[in-house]
């Protein structure tokens, strides 16, 4: 009976020791929050604000990597021309981003903070 008494910390004697044993998951929960999740959520925000603000005649690239420009758009749908008298219709979600003039994608800026 003494090997029980031992494990279950000598009569509660343990009761400090279950809080500590949670300070690194919370602080590993805060550096997932930080490093990957608000990140993410940010990137979201501005892509979801690009997608409302789309108007005719900008330039954009969808997620397969056409790039055209928009000649039309719905609700769910988005028309591209991708060359001189070459339309398709794509979903808007697919739309992944505007084109630089030079033609390129252009890259999210870091700020010094972030």
Do not use: C, W
Not at 9 to 36: E, R
Not at 42 to 53: I, V
Not at 80 to 106: T, W
Request: hydrophobic share 40%; net charge positive; proline share 4%.
């Amino acid at each position: 009976m003494t090997g029980v008494a031992y494990a279950a910390g000598a009569g509660g004697a343990g009761g400090a020791g279950g809080i500590a044993s949670f300070i690194p998951l919370i602080l590993i929960f805060g550096v997932f929050y930080f490093m990957l999740i608000r990140p993410q959520q940010k990137q979201a925000k501005l892509k979801r604000q690009f997608l409302e603000d789309m108007k005719n005649g900008h330039k954009v690239v969808t997620s397969g990597g056409i790039h055209g420009t928009i000649t039309g758009l719905t609700d769910t749908v988005v028309t591209l021309e991708i060359a001189e008298k070459v339309r398709i219709k794509v979903s808007r979600s697919s739309i992944n981003g505007p084109i630089n003039k030079d033609g390129s994608v252009p890259v999210p800026e870091k700020k010094a903070g972030s």
